[in-house]
């Protein structure tokens, strides 16, 4: 029986300090709201997907780091003007545990554009979707939540169709370098436990500051190092990795605009999905940004589908149906 009470997320309830809600939240019986996590996470897919897309014009001209670090400072320009019409909270409750989880899923983060330099935005999303099975992993062995057969079942079948879509090995033309969004994978996943186990109480705008505020440390770091070191710079897109800092042109500015409000918008629909189920529920909801990413990439760059990766799609979407009757 639903009383209203167990309807309401446990960071809103009036009652937040009662010693049950300062427990941490794998010890307090916090329900799982499957179907309103499942359409948050839709919400990020659709906008992720999208503006991912848009990382391809950025690295024409545009460095990863230096990205990273305009795009953290649009978002948190963007978020402090938010904070007080929209009444955003922004101190975090446990600063340990928002500034570890931040780090986490921005080193998955990170891995997950650097392979963009060289990947389809639908080849390096399959890489990070081997991210549920290190979910599965951490839920039942660090956290000890029950696994019925149905849910690895359903993981087995995501995870098949993301390596048809994927294909690594010898044969592909990337080699086995398409397997490094699969590290990505594991950084995100322990990210996405993260935010329902240490941080359940924290607000979305929090955590998702939080991330980009860890994304532009790194890119400070990284157009540091290339400022000593002077690497060598292929033009265009192939120097995405290598390329420091240079003066950005209004197409720069604009495209790094248009990706710091989609993404910011996405991950707060992220967070708050994961807070509001287990992640080894949630997680499975991610499959849709893999279809969701190619369908953009069709329409936007009319990149096709090859039979494998249609396939391969159909799978992650039955997997993705297998979890939602099962909840049911």
Not at 108 to 118: R, T
Request: glycine share 10%; net charge positive.
């Amino acid at each position: 029986m639903n009383t209203p009470a167990q309807n309401t997320p446990a960071q809103n309830t009036p009652a937040q300090n009662t010693p049950a809600q300062n427990t941490p939240a794998h010890n307090a019986p916090v329900q799982n709201r499957t179907a309103a996590a499942a359409l948050s996470i839709l919400g990020y897919a659709v906008l992720i997907g999208l503006v991912d897309n848009f990382v391809r014009l950025i690295a024409q001209e545009g460095g990863l780091w230096q990205f990273h670090l305009m795009r953290t400072v649009m978002a948190a320009v963007i978020i402090g003007a938010a904070a007080v019409p929209l009444g955003l909270r922004l101190r975090p409750h446990r600063l340990w545990a928002v500034a570890a989880r931040s780090l986490v899923h921005g080193a998955g983060i990170l891995i997950y554009f650097g392979s963009l330099a060289f990947l389809s935005v639908a080849q390096a999303a399959a890489g990070l979707f081997t991210a549920p099975i290190f979910v599965l992993l951490l839920s039942r062995f660090v956290y000890g939540h029950a696994l019925g057969p149905v849910r690895l079942i359903a993981v087995a079948l995501g995870f098949a169709g993301v390596i048809l879509v994927l294909q690594p090995g010898a044969q592909s033309e990337f080699g086995w370098r398409s397997l490094i969004p699969v590290i990505a994978g594991a950084f995100y996943a322990l990210g996405n436990v993260a935010t329902r186990e240490w941080c359940a109480r924290e607000s979305a705008a929090c955590l998702t500051l939080g991330f980009f505020i860890v994304l532009g440390i790194a890119g400070a770091l990284g157009l540091a190092g290339t400022a000593f070191f002077a690497p060598q710079v292929p033009e265009g897109a192939a120097g995405f990795l290598l390329r420091g800092w240079v003066t950005p042109s209004l197409g720069l500015l604009w495209w790094v605009f248009v990706q710091a409000i989609g993404s910011m918008l996405a991950i707060s629909f992220l967070v708050k999905g994961y807070q509001l189920a287990e992640a080894s529920r949630v997680s499975i909801f991610e499959y849709m940004m893999l279809p969701i990413s190619a369908g953009w990439s069709f329409v936007l760059w009319q990149q096709p589908l090859s039979t494998g990766a249609v396939v391969g799609i159909g799978m992650i979407l039955g997997a993705g149906v297998m979890m939602v009757l099962r909840n049911r």
